[in-house]
């Protein structure tokens, strides 16, 4: 099956980039594509961020973003994960090939209403509430561009972790982990992880894909970011929190430059997602934003999981925030 993928012209409403990313994502779901499962290499990843897409300055990109340029490096077939816009390129001396097609981008922001009658600080002192906005931003792969400087793009590989070093994450987050049965699950009255044997496992890539799906689970538990309340008794919010998990198990596997193979009953869930996200033109940028927002959590409290030698991009001063985050809202982020 050939894995295309159909970059549109930006634009400005935040309907218009809630209708693209809809239509992208419905569109390769209904191929039967998870475009989350990028298969990168790790030798090809960047020792900050291991298999998340970059932006010029080596941040990563988040939440739904991660998704839509993991599809558009898949279909295209680039083996850089550098993403610069056209004024970007053009600042470091770079030129976009002539007939070279952009990936649009997701950006939320935040902004004060222009009201002369609303100054910038309230009559209580307080700032005057503003609001999000959300806009479509095109990229283009740094493979794209010539005359760009040599450090743009240059990814090395990261260190080997050892054997128990997803063990010794997992033990400073607290998280408690049952080992036996058949199944892999979260049972958030006990709020415990059940895992089957290691042994079980088709390999260790899969056992710790499968435990950091699980770990985006125990997230939602009330006493954290509190996202499970209608998991057993609505469908919907299930195949919602399984996108969620699904995504943010992902994510961290990216982050060591593990190959994001997941249990394979999740493929189950593809029909499910599609029509989901036909349903609710925001249901998938709100798991991306709620599987972000589970990842920062989770960094913030372990630390990067490749290390601590590597960058988390999130303070412990966030810690509060990202506890009572909505997925309804977006992350502040750089394009």
């Given amino acids: 099956m050939t894995r295309s993928f159909k ?21 390769l ?8 499962r990028a298969p990168w290499d790790a030798k090809l990843a960047m020792a900050a961020t291991p298999g998340l897409p970059l932006r010029h300055t080596g941040e990563p990109y988040r939440g739904a973003n991660v998704v839509l340029l993991w599809a558009a490096q898949m279909a295209r077939g680039y083996s850089k994960r550098t993403w610069l816009t056209y ?22 922001g935040q902004a004060i209403a222009k009201n002369e009658k609303r100054p910038a ?12 906005f959300v806009k479509l931003f095109l990229v283009f792969n ?7 400087p040599p450090h743009i793009g240059v990814e090395i590989t990261p260190e080997p972790q050892a054997p128990d070093a997803l063990d010794a994450w997992i033990g400073r987050l607290g998280a408690k982990i049952i080992v036996g049965g058949a199944s892999a699950h979260y049972a958030p009255v006990t709020d ?19 435990k950091y799906h699980e770990l985006a689970h125990w997230t939602g538990h009330t006493s954290r970011l509190d996202r499970l309340g209608d998991y057993f008794t609505d469908r919907k919010a299930k195949f919602h929190e399984e996108l969620v998990a699904e995504l943010a198990s992902a994510t961290l596997g990216a982050m060591i430059g593990l190959a994001p193979s997941h249990l394979e009953d999740h493929a189950a869930y593809i029909s499910d997602w599609a029509k989901l996200v036909r349903e609710s033109p925001r249901a998938f940028l ?32 966030e810690v509060e ?3 009572s985050y909505q997925a309804s809202g977006g992350v502040h982020a750089s394009v």
């Fill in 29 to 36: 779901l209904d191929e039967g594509v998870m475009p989350w």
């Fill in 321 to 323: 925030a990202l506890t």
């Fill in 142 to 148: 740094c493979e794209q561009i010539d005359d760009l």
């Fill in 286 to 317: 709100s798991a991306g934003a709620k599987a972000q927002a589970a990842v920062d959590w989770l960094i913030a409290h372990a630390g990067h999981p490749a290390g601590p030698s590597l960058t988390a991009h999130t303070s412990e001063a």
């Fill in 121 to 132: 600080m309230g009559d209580d002192g307080e700032p005057a509430r503003g609001y999000r």
């Fill in 7 to 27: 970059p549109h012209s930006p634009r400005r409403s935040a309907q218009d980039a809630l209708a693209h990313v809809t239509a992208e994502i419905v569109r």
């Fill in 87 to 108: 004024r970007q390129a053009a600042q470091l001396g770079g030129q976009v090939r002539k007939g070279e097609k952009a990936c649009p981008v997701i950006y939320y």
């Fill in 192 to 210: 415990t992880i059940h895992m089957p044997p290691r042994v079980s496992f088709l390999s260790d890539e899969h056992e710790r894909a499968t």
